[in-house]
């Protein structure tokens, strides 16, 4: 739940807040919705749009790829992201050990993928 400030955060210009999903209904955030966190972060994958057919019904579903260095190893699936001012659904988040110098320092350094959809 913090920045990283060891790392460079060139080029990740987008501030993020993330939330528990007890905070979030109907994709909504509820009142009284206290933020677990802030990241910046920069888009590897644009949004995409897929369109699917779910019985006779046609809708449509957005997804994004975002990576960040900052640590957020508390971010889980189903966890919501208030990523360009809307909330978007954690489906993963997968940390890249970035700490090429392990033997002189513990403390991990990471870059995570986190993929969104809305």
């Keep these: ?15 993020n807040k993330y ?24 888009d590897t994958v644009a949004v995409n749009v897929v369109i699917f057919m779910n019985g006779n019904v046609q809708a449509k579903q957005y997804t994004v790829t975002i990576e960040t260095s900052d640590y957020v190893g508390d971010l889980e699936p189903n966890d919501y992201v208030l990523y360009s001012g809307e909330l978007w659904l954690v489906v993963n988040a ?7 110098s392990k033997e002189f320092n513990s403390r991990p350094v990471y870059t995570t993928t986190i993929s969104l959809r809305k």
């Design 94 to 100: 997968i940390p890249d050990d970035q700490n090429k």
């Design 1 to 15: 739940m913090a920045i990283d400030v060891r790392t460079s955060r060139k080029g990740r210009f987008d501030r």
């Design 19 to 42: 939330y528990k999903a007890t905070y979030v209904t109907g994709n909504k955030l509820t009142s009284g919705a206290i933020a677990q966190g802030i990241f910046y972060s920069t």
